[in-house]
């Protein structure tokens, strides 16, 4: 099961999300919570797989709840998926650069969201259609000022690198492997040897660390 911790100011939202989700035979809510502080709370004690997560709120917002509760000890395999009405730059880039694994506006519809939080809760990424442009644009703004590449990047093969690649790209495992030519048993292989070699916790990660450091460049590195 997919414990699922949804965070909304307004009840009436909370109440409908929960009952989709609560719905679904692989998705229990394990907890609700109407502001940032409470979030943190919730998820320190009931752990979480996933935590359905608003920006604005009364208090401590979503950026800043995501940000605690992915410092809790223990919260490794928690991912974070924000909803939101504001697709806005700075709550996109804002989200992942704190460690959200996925970002989906409010009127996407009840079958989206029930797919974005089985999407998120096995590791993967996900980013609204309507914000993914803006992301890679805000990346490129960033690029003059972009810091070192980590020294980290210099411990990956080359087939590594090629895998980081084509992670950013938003490709799945199983499009990385039909890409190589190889199984798709040898790609989660080569992933899961990039996370670690990098420290990261999912693909959104891998995704915001490529194009940080330059290793893919927007425009220039097309899958």
Known sequence: MIKVLIVDDQTIVRAG??????????????????DG??????????????VVMDIRMPGMDGIEATRR????PG??????????TFDVDEYVYEALAVGASGFLLKDATADELVSAVRIVARGDSL???????????????????????????????????????LIAGGLSNAEI??????SEHTVKTHVARVF???????????VMLAYESGVVVPGENAC
Do not use: C, H, W, Y
Request: no cysteine; glycine share 4%.
């Open 17 to 34: 999300f929960a009952a989709l989700l609560d719905a679904q035979d692989d998705i229990t809510v394990v907890g609700e919570a109407g």
């Open 37 to 50: 502080r409470e979030a943190v709370r919730i998820a320190e004690r009931n752990r979480p797989d996933v």
């Open 69 to 72: 509760i992915l410092s809790l």
């Open 75 to 84: 919260s490794e395999g928690v991912r974070v998926l924000v909803l939101t």
């Open 127 to 165: 980013l609204a259609p309507q914000v993914t442009g803006r992301l890679i644009r805000e990346f490129t703004r960033q690029r003059r000022n972009r810091p070192r590449p980590p020294s980290e990047l210099s411990t990956l093969t080359a087939r590594e690198t090629e895998v980081l690649v």
């Open 177 to 182: 492997a039909e890409r190589l030519v190889v």
């Open 196 to 206: 670690t070699k990098l420290g990261l916790r999912d693909r959104a990660q891998a």
